[in-house]
């Protein structure tokens, strides 16, 4: 599976942008979609995840509320809208497959990278 990620840029704080991430390879609808960032000096960690129905989605604590995970299997692709964009939400965003959504949280529990897109949130 190859997962290119596009739709980042520079916003203002309280902005929304949209996240896109298209996969090839194995078919898209059985795998678990995810979206994960990395902020300048820190860890990757987990945003958001969808399995490949939809029936079941996941956040994080910090952008419940702000960020929309969604996918259209015909397009091959998965979504991440943001609004109400924060400072502290400026990272590269990476977007993940997975075959088990029991472990999508976790950086072992994903079975392909994407390369990521750059959100920068200015105050």
């Known amino acids: 599976v190859q997962l290119q990620a596009s739709g980042g840029g520079l916003v203002q704080a309280g902005g929304s942008l949209r996240l896109s991430c298209v996969a090839s390879?194995?078919?898209?609808?059985?795998?678990?979609m995810a979206w994960f960032r990395q902020a300048p000096g820190k860890e990757r960690e987990f945003v958001a995840a969808?399995?490949?129905?939809?029936?079941?989605?996941d956040y994080s604590d910090s952008v419940k509320g702000r960020f929309t995970i969604s996918r259209d299997n015909a397009k091959s692709t998965t979504y991440l809208q943001m609004n109400s964009l924060k400072p502290e939400d400026t990272a590269v965003y990476y977007c993940?497959?997975?075959?088990?959504?029991?472990?999508?949280?976790?950086?072992?529990?994903?079975?392909?990278w994407g390369k990521g897109t750059l959100v920068t949130v200015s105050s």
């Open positions: 993940a497959a997975a075959s088990t959504f029991g472990s999508i949280k976790r950086e072992r529990g994903i079975d392909y």
């Open positions: 390879g194995r078919p898209f609808s059985i795998n678990d």
């Open positions: 969808i399995t490949w129905s939809g029936s079941r989605i």
